[in-house]
């Protein structure tokens, strides 16, 4: 290989940035893949589907990653203030069941992804002071951002990385807590006049306005504001709790007649 790799390529527990179908010298037609629990990179049983390293056009990064920090610090003074502004994320999965919520974790996961982000970019630790409200937290994470040379941050190879690892936990929060919500389909709650799985979620289009749940059913009229779904979808988890409880009780005496 005669040209510059991605850094992406020489960082063992990161995906490597490869040209599809293109495969490398030493290749020997099987994927190779970071093992977290011996902390090497091993061949797996799986057919290499491409192991030509990208080549590195802007500093120590292939133009993807490079597209990909330009995107994630555009979008990370609102990224970061929104992260700080949640202050108590979910913190555990309850399978479905509905409890009250009798413990949180001192530091939200949301705020320890501000501070990380804030320390890629080169922060001094640990961020953010904890009792930092969101005007501070908007000033502080402008001032940081402001200050970053992109170009002469990914022409290091500790900048490189950094960049690369920033982008990576920007997509991760992007996903995890997104900073406005879409419209989406509601699956297991049956419109109350047309009795059809039709409902759709239209989140407020302004701060403080109402969310509607509409019905997509053409010969339907159904609108709901928030409170009245919620009833709505409390009576039907209800209804099938005891349509399945009688399913239960009656195959329980089929059995035993």
Known sequence: MSYLACITNDIPDLRSCT??????????????????????????ADECTGCLPRRAEHGLLCWMCW???????????????????????????????????????????TWRT????????GHPAPGFPSDANVWEVEAIAERTVDAVDAEA??????????????YLLMQQAMA???????????????????????????PPLMFEHDVRVVC????????????????????EEKVAKSAAERARRAAEEAETA
């Open 67 to 109: 597209e990909k920090v330009r995107d994630a610090l555009g979008i990370a003074v609102d990224m970061v203030t929104h992260l700080r502004s949640v202050e108590r994320a979910q913190q555990h999965d309850n399978a479905g069941v509905r409890s009250k919520q009798n413990w949180v974790i001192p530091i939200p996961i």
């Open 216 to 235: 997509t059913n053409s010969a339907c009229d159904m609108e709901l504001d928030q409170t009245s779904f919620e009833t709505v979808a409390l009576i």
């Open 19 to 44: 040209v599809k179908g293109k495969h490398d010298s030493f290749c020997r037609g099987l994927a190779r893949r970071y093992n977290r629990v011996t902390e090497r990179v091993e061949e797996t």
């Open 114 to 121: 501000a501070d990380e982000l804030l320390m890629l970019l």
């Open 153 to 166: 941050w990914v022409a290091r190879e500790a900048g490189a990385e950094a960049a690369v690892r920033f």
């Open 176 to 202: 995890s807590h997104p900073m406005a919500e879409y419209e989406h389909r509601i699956r297991n709650v049956r419109c109350p006049k047309c009795k059809r799985r039709s409902l759709l979620w239209k």
